[in-house]
Protein backbone atom coordinates (compact mmCIF):
# COMPACT_ATOMS: atom_id res chain seq x y z
CA UNK A 1 0.00 0.00 0.00
CA UNK A 2 2.60 2.20 0.76
CA UNK A 3 4.18 1.88 -2.42
CA UNK A 4 1.02 2.82 -4.10
CA UNK A 5 0.36 5.89 -2.30
CA UNK A 6 4.08 6.93 -3.09
CA UNK A 7 3.29 6.34 -6.85
CA UNK A 8 0.18 8.30 -6.34
CA UNK A 9 2.03 11.00 -4.94
CA UNK A 10 4.39 10.92 -7.45
CA UNK A 11 1.76 11.72 -10.29
CA UNK A 12 -0.10 13.88 -8.64
CA UNK A 13 3.31 15.98 -8.78
CA UNK A 14 3.64 15.25 -12.55
CA UNK A 15 0.16 16.40 -13.00
CA UNK A 16 0.57 19.80 -10.75
CA UNK A 17 3.99 20.25 -12.47
CA UNK A 18 2.13 20.62 -15.56
CA UNK A 19 -0.78 23.04 -14.89
CA UNK A 20 1.33 24.94 -12.60
CA UNK A 21 5.08 26.10 -13.41
CA UNK A 22 5.69 23.64 -16.50
CA UNK A 23 8.03 21.78 -14.57
CA UNK A 24 10.90 19.24 -16.03
CA UNK A 25 8.75 15.23 -15.65
CA UNK A 26 11.77 14.71 -12.84
CA UNK A 27 13.21 11.81 -15.88
CA UNK A 28 16.53 13.67 -16.61
CA UNK A 29 14.92 14.81 -19.29
CA UNK A 30 15.85 18.63 -18.64
CA UNK A 31 16.74 21.19 -21.69
CA UNK A 32 18.42 24.42 -21.17
CA UNK A 33 14.51 25.62 -20.25
CA UNK A 34 12.13 24.07 -18.44
CA UNK A 35 10.94 20.66 -19.71
CA UNK A 36 7.11 20.57 -20.92
CA UNK A 37 4.49 17.81 -20.11
CA UNK A 38 3.82 16.24 -23.63
CA UNK A 39 -0.49 16.79 -23.57
CA UNK A 40 -0.73 12.60 -24.30
CA UNK A 41 1.35 12.06 -21.17
CA UNK A 42 -0.57 14.74 -19.08
CA UNK A 43 -3.71 13.01 -20.18
CA UNK A 44 -2.98 9.76 -18.98
CA UNK A 45 -0.98 10.60 -16.13
CA UNK A 46 -4.19 12.55 -15.00
CA UNK A 47 -6.84 9.60 -15.99
CA UNK A 48 -4.76 7.64 -13.73
CA UNK A 49 -5.01 10.01 -10.33
CA UNK A 50 -9.11 10.22 -10.72
CA UNK A 51 -8.87 6.47 -11.02
CA UNK A 52 -6.63 6.14 -7.65
CA UNK A 53 -8.31 8.57 -6.15
CA UNK A 54 -11.91 7.42 -6.84
CA UNK A 55 -10.48 3.52 -5.79
CA UNK A 56 -9.40 5.38 -2.11
CA UNK A 57 -12.20 6.79 -2.18
CA UNK A 58 -15.07 4.25 -2.50
CA UNK A 59 -12.84 1.94 -0.24
CA UNK A 60 -12.41 4.69 2.31
CA UNK A 61 -16.59 5.06 2.26
CA UNK A 62 -16.42 0.76 3.24
CA UNK A 63 -14.17 0.67 5.57
CA UNK A 64 -15.55 3.85 7.84
CA UNK A 65 -18.92 1.94 7.43
CA UNK A 66 -17.37 -1.46 9.27
CA UNK A 67 -15.64 0.83 11.31
CA UNK A 68 -18.96 2.10 12.63
CA UNK A 69 -20.40 -1.36 12.92
CA UNK A 70 -17.55 -2.55 15.27
CA UNK A 71 -17.69 0.77 17.07
CA UNK A 72 -21.04 -0.49 17.95
CA UNK A 73 -20.40 -3.60 19.81
CA UNK A 74 -18.38 -1.73 22.42
CA UNK A 75 -15.06 -3.81 22.40
CA UNK A 76 -12.47 -2.77 25.22
CA UNK A 77 -9.91 -0.38 23.67
CA UNK A 78 -7.40 -3.07 23.27
CA UNK A 79 -9.20 -5.52 21.03
CA UNK A 80 -10.99 -2.22 19.45
CA UNK A 81 -7.21 -1.34 18.23
CA UNK A 82 -6.47 -4.77 17.19
CA UNK A 83 -10.13 -5.38 15.28
CA UNK A 84 -9.29 -1.96 13.35
CA UNK A 85 -5.84 -2.78 12.57
CA UNK A 86 -7.17 -6.09 10.90
CA UNK A 87 -9.77 -4.05 8.93
CA UNK A 88 -7.37 -1.06 8.05
CA UNK A 89 -5.17 -3.96 6.77
CA UNK A 90 -7.63 -5.98 4.59
CA UNK A 91 -8.92 -2.15 3.17
CA UNK A 92 -5.30 -1.54 2.61
CA UNK A 93 -5.04 -4.88 0.60
CA UNK A 94 -7.69 -4.35 -1.75
CA UNK A 95 -6.73 -0.63 -2.73
CA UNK A 96 -3.36 -2.24 -3.53
CA UNK A 97 -5.06 -4.89 -5.38
CA UNK A 98 -7.78 -2.72 -7.61
CA UNK A 99 -4.80 0.02 -8.07
CA UNK A 100 -2.54 -2.82 -9.73
CA UNK A 101 -5.70 -4.17 -11.60
CA UNK A 102 -5.33 -0.53 -13.70
CA UNK A 103 -2.37 -1.45 -15.17
CA UNK A 104 -0.43 1.70 -15.46
CA UNK A 105 2.52 1.19 -18.23
CA UNK A 106 4.92 3.61 -16.32
CA UNK A 107 7.43 2.82 -18.88
CA UNK A 108 5.31 3.88 -21.91
CA UNK A 109 4.78 6.70 -20.51
CA UNK A 110 8.20 7.62 -19.76
CA UNK A 111 9.22 6.44 -24.18
CA UNK A 112 5.60 8.96 -25.04
CA UNK A 113 7.44 11.88 -22.25
CA UNK A 114 11.23 11.37 -24.04
CA UNK A 115 10.06 11.12 -27.03
CA UNK A 116 8.07 14.71 -26.54
CA UNK A 117 11.38 16.44 -24.84
CA UNK A 118 13.62 15.28 -27.58
CA UNK A 119 10.94 16.50 -30.45
CA UNK A 120 8.64 19.00 -29.09
CA UNK A 121 5.32 17.00 -30.69
CA UNK A 122 3.74 13.62 -29.63
CA UNK A 123 4.44 10.55 -31.91
CA UNK A 124 2.10 8.06 -32.95
CA UNK A 125 4.15 6.17 -35.14
CA UNK A 126 7.71 4.95 -35.60
CA UNK A 127 7.65 5.84 -39.06
CA UNK A 128 6.99 9.39 -37.67
CA UNK A 129 9.53 8.86 -35.17
CA UNK A 130 12.05 8.77 -37.40
CA UNK A 131 10.85 11.69 -40.14
CA UNK A 132 11.24 13.80 -37.03
CA UNK A 133 14.60 12.69 -35.57
CA UNK A 134 15.80 13.06 -39.11
CA UNK A 135 14.65 16.42 -39.31
CA UNK A 136 15.66 17.56 -36.12
CA UNK A 137 19.00 16.13 -36.35
CA UNK A 138 20.05 17.32 -39.76
CA UNK A 139 23.76 18.49 -40.59
CA UNK A 140 24.19 21.86 -38.44
CA UNK A 141 23.76 25.11 -40.79
CA UNK A 142 24.23 27.92 -38.39
CA UNK A 143 24.99 31.48 -38.41
CA UNK A 144 26.78 32.67 -34.90
CA UNK A 145 27.75 36.05 -33.80
CA UNK A 146 31.73 36.69 -32.89
CA UNK A 147 33.89 38.15 -30.95
CA UNK A 148 37.38 38.46 -30.79
CA UNK A 149 40.83 40.37 -29.19
CA UNK A 150 44.43 39.56 -30.32
CA UNK A 151 47.64 41.06 -29.29
CA UNK A 152 49.64 42.15 -32.95
CA UNK A 153 52.98 42.60 -33.80
CA UNK A 154 54.91 43.48 -37.12
CA UNK A 155 57.24 40.76 -38.57
CA UNK A 156 60.12 41.21 -40.54
CA UNK A 157 62.22 39.68 -42.74
CA UNK A 158 64.88 41.91 -43.05
CA UNK A 159 66.35 44.21 -40.68
CA UNK A 160 63.87 46.57 -38.28
CA UNK A 161 62.59 50.11 -39.60
CA UNK A 162 62.04 53.03 -37.60
CA UNK A 163 58.29 51.82 -37.14
CA UNK A 164 59.67 48.13 -35.96
CA UNK A 165 61.82 50.44 -33.13
CA UNK A 166 59.35 52.68 -32.22
CA UNK A 167 55.89 50.38 -31.86
CA UNK A 168 54.32 50.27 -28.83
CA UNK A 169 51.71 47.74 -28.20
CA UNK A 170 49.26 46.52 -30.77
CA UNK A 171 45.56 45.08 -31.09
CA UNK A 172 43.46 43.95 -33.18
CA UNK A 173 39.51 43.61 -32.59
CA UNK A 174 37.08 42.23 -34.43
CA UNK A 175 33.58 40.87 -34.39
CA UNK A 176 31.02 39.74 -37.06
CA UNK A 177 29.32 36.29 -38.04
CA UNK A 178 30.52 33.33 -38.81
CA UNK A 179 28.86 30.57 -40.78
CA UNK A 180 29.94 26.63 -40.20
CA UNK A 181 27.95 23.78 -42.78
CA UNK A 182 28.56 20.34 -41.70
CA UNK A 183 29.76 18.32 -44.82
CA UNK A 184 26.81 15.24 -42.99
CA UNK A 185 25.18 14.34 -40.40
CA UNK A 186 27.95 12.72 -38.77
CA UNK A 187 31.01 14.18 -40.47
CA UNK A 188 33.69 15.85 -38.55
CA UNK A 189 34.51 18.38 -41.25
CA UNK A 190 32.63 21.27 -42.06
CA UNK A 191 32.86 24.83 -43.78
CA UNK A 192 33.59 28.02 -42.68
CA UNK A 193 33.08 31.73 -43.71
CA UNK A 194 31.17 34.95 -42.63
CA UNK A 195 32.12 38.49 -42.02
CA UNK A 196 33.17 40.29 -40.12
CA UNK A 197 34.85 43.86 -39.36
CA UNK A 198 38.43 44.51 -37.53
CA UNK A 199 40.08 47.02 -36.45
CA UNK A 200 43.88 46.90 -36.13
CA UNK A 201 46.00 49.41 -34.29
CA UNK A 202 49.35 50.48 -33.92
CA UNK A 203 49.98 52.09 -30.84
CA UNK A 204 53.70 54.12 -31.45
CA UNK A 205 55.78 55.02 -28.28
CA UNK A 206 59.03 57.31 -27.54
CA UNK A 207 56.73 60.71 -28.81
CA UNK A 208 57.34 59.45 -32.36
CA UNK A 209 53.96 59.81 -34.82
CA UNK A 210 53.07 58.95 -38.38
CA UNK A 211 53.50 61.73 -40.81
CA UNK A 212 53.40 62.59 -44.14
CA UNK A 213 55.69 64.18 -46.67
CA UNK A 214 55.27 66.33 -49.55
CA UNK A 215 54.77 63.17 -51.65
CA UNK A 216 52.47 61.47 -49.24
CA UNK A 217 54.97 58.98 -48.24
CA UNK A 218 54.86 58.44 -44.47
CA UNK A 219 57.34 57.98 -42.18
CA UNK A 220 57.66 58.72 -38.22
CA UNK A 221 58.38 61.90 -37.13
CA UNK A 222 59.37 63.14 -33.77
CA UNK A 223 57.17 65.75 -31.25
CA UNK A 224 59.18 67.93 -29.46
CA UNK A 225 57.12 67.79 -26.37
CA UNK A 226 55.45 64.59 -24.39
CA UNK A 227 52.67 62.61 -26.58
CA UNK A 228 50.11 60.82 -24.04
CA UNK A 229 48.22 59.09 -27.32
CA UNK A 230 49.50 58.20 -30.98
CA UNK A 231 48.12 55.87 -32.98
CA UNK A 232 47.16 54.47 -36.34
CA UNK A 233 43.77 52.80 -36.50
CA UNK A 234 42.57 50.92 -39.77
CA UNK A 235 39.38 48.94 -40.17
CA UNK A 236 38.55 46.17 -42.63
CA UNK A 237 35.36 43.97 -43.96
CA UNK A 238 36.78 40.59 -43.30
CA UNK A 239 35.58 37.47 -44.88
CA UNK A 240 37.08 34.25 -43.87
CA UNK A 241 36.53 30.94 -46.20
CA UNK A 242 38.27 27.60 -44.49
CA UNK A 243 37.34 23.99 -42.99
CA UNK A 244 36.96 23.23 -39.42
CA UNK A 245 37.46 19.48 -38.00
CA UNK A 246 35.40 18.56 -34.75
CA UNK A 247 36.45 15.73 -32.58
CA UNK A 248 33.17 15.18 -30.69
CA UNK A 249 31.70 11.74 -30.41
CA UNK A 250 29.25 10.42 -32.93
CA UNK A 251 25.87 10.22 -30.85
CA UNK A 252 22.95 7.93 -31.02
CA UNK A 253 19.48 9.53 -31.67
CA UNK A 254 17.62 6.27 -32.00
CA UNK A 255 15.59 4.45 -34.55
CA UNK A 256 19.20 3.72 -35.57
CA UNK A 257 19.98 7.79 -36.54
CA UNK A 258 23.17 9.01 -35.56
CA UNK A 259 24.77 12.28 -35.18
CA UNK A 260 27.43 14.51 -34.36
CA UNK A 261 26.86 17.67 -32.36
CA UNK A 262 29.19 19.84 -34.48
CA UNK A 263 28.89 22.94 -32.88
CA UNK A 264 30.02 21.40 -29.44
CA UNK A 265 33.51 19.80 -28.19
CA UNK A 266 36.88 20.23 -29.25
CA UNK A 267 37.99 21.50 -32.78
CA UNK A 268 40.27 22.93 -35.04
CA UNK A 269 39.83 24.97 -37.83
CA UNK A 270 42.14 26.62 -40.80
CA UNK A 271 41.32 29.35 -43.25
CA UNK A 272 42.19 32.04 -45.48
CA UNK A 273 40.72 35.70 -45.12
CA UNK A 274 40.63 38.46 -46.99
CA UNK A 275 40.13 41.83 -46.29
CA UNK A 276 39.06 45.34 -47.63
CA UNK A 277 39.84 48.75 -45.96
CA UNK A 278 37.22 50.99 -44.62
CA UNK A 279 39.36 53.84 -43.22
CA UNK A 280 42.16 54.77 -41.22
CA UNK A 281 42.09 56.94 -38.24
CA UNK A 282 45.48 58.87 -37.12
CA UNK A 283 44.87 59.61 -33.31
CA UNK A 284 47.31 61.94 -31.63
CA UNK A 285 47.55 63.42 -27.85
CA UNK A 286 49.68 65.34 -25.94
CA UNK A 287 51.02 68.66 -24.49
CA UNK A 288 49.51 71.38 -27.08
CA UNK A 289 48.11 68.80 -29.14
CA UNK A 290 45.12 67.20 -29.89
CA UNK A 291 43.86 65.68 -33.34
CA UNK A 292 42.19 62.88 -35.21
CA UNK A 293 42.28 62.94 -38.83
CA UNK A 294 41.00 60.68 -41.37
CA UNK A 295 43.24 59.86 -44.95
CA UNK A 296 45.16 57.75 -46.58
CA UNK A 297 48.17 56.87 -44.51
CA UNK A 298 49.60 54.15 -46.94
CA UNK A 299 48.15 51.69 -44.91
CA UNK A 300 47.25 48.44 -47.75
CA UNK A 301 43.87 48.79 -49.42
CA UNK A 302 43.50 44.94 -49.69
CA UNK A 303 44.58 42.39 -46.82
CA UNK A 304 45.05 38.84 -47.10
CA UNK A 305 46.56 35.75 -44.85
CA UNK A 306 45.85 32.33 -43.08
CA UNK A 307 44.34 31.57 -39.51
CA UNK A 308 44.53 28.31 -37.34
CA UNK A 309 41.60 28.47 -34.69
CA UNK A 310 41.58 25.61 -32.14
CA UNK A 311 37.97 25.58 -30.48
CA UNK A 312 35.94 24.43 -26.96
CA UNK A 313 32.48 24.73 -27.40
CA UNK A 314 31.92 28.84 -27.71
CA UNK A 315 35.77 29.30 -26.71
CA UNK A 316 38.65 29.90 -29.41
CA UNK A 317 42.00 30.76 -29.52
CA UNK A 318 43.65 31.75 -32.77
CA UNK A 319 46.96 32.93 -34.77
CA UNK A 320 46.66 34.48 -38.03
CA UNK A 321 49.05 36.04 -40.26
CA UNK A 322 49.33 38.04 -43.26
CA UNK A 323 50.55 37.06 -47.01
CA UNK A 324 51.25 40.59 -47.78
CA UNK A 325 52.82 44.24 -46.19
CA UNK A 326 51.07 46.12 -43.25
CA UNK A 327 51.63 49.05 -45.93
CA UNK A 328 52.35 49.60 -49.56
CA UNK A 329 54.12 51.00 -52.13
CA UNK A 330 57.59 50.08 -49.82
CA UNK A 331 56.44 51.90 -46.89
CA UNK A 332 58.31 50.56 -43.45
CA UNK A 333 58.69 47.71 -46.17
CA UNK A 334 58.35 43.53 -45.01
CA UNK A 335 55.82 44.50 -41.99
CA UNK A 336 53.65 42.08 -41.80
CA UNK A 337 50.71 41.44 -39.29
CA UNK A 338 50.37 38.53 -36.74
CA UNK A 339 48.24 37.92 -34.31
CA UNK A 340 47.76 36.03 -31.35
CA UNK A 341 44.10 36.14 -30.08
CA UNK A 342 40.72 34.80 -28.35
CA UNK A 343 37.62 35.01 -29.39
CA UNK A 344 33.70 33.92 -28.36
CA UNK A 345 30.80 33.05 -30.40
CA UNK A 346 27.58 33.26 -29.63
Do not use: H
Not at 159 to 187: I, V, W
Not at 198 to 222: E, G, H, P, Q
Not at 287 to 298: F, K, L, V
Amino acid sequence: MIKKIIMLGLVCLLSASAYSQRKSLGLNLQSKEDTEVSPIVKEKVDEYARKIDAIIQEEKKLMEAELLTLQAKNLDKAEFDKQKAIVADRFSEKIDQRIEELGFDLDTVIQKQVRYSLLNSDVTSNEELKEKLLKKFRPTKSLDGYISYGIMNLTNSKADNSLDKNLGYAGNFEFGFKFNYQFSRTSPWGLISGIGFSWRTLNIDNNMFIAKDANADVYLANFDKNLSKSKLRTGYIMVPLGVQYNFSRIKNAGMDIQYRDYNKGFKVGANVYGGVKMSTNNIIKGDGISQRERGNYQVSPFIYGGQLTVSYNDFSIFVKKDFGNFFKDGNFENDKALVFGVGLWW
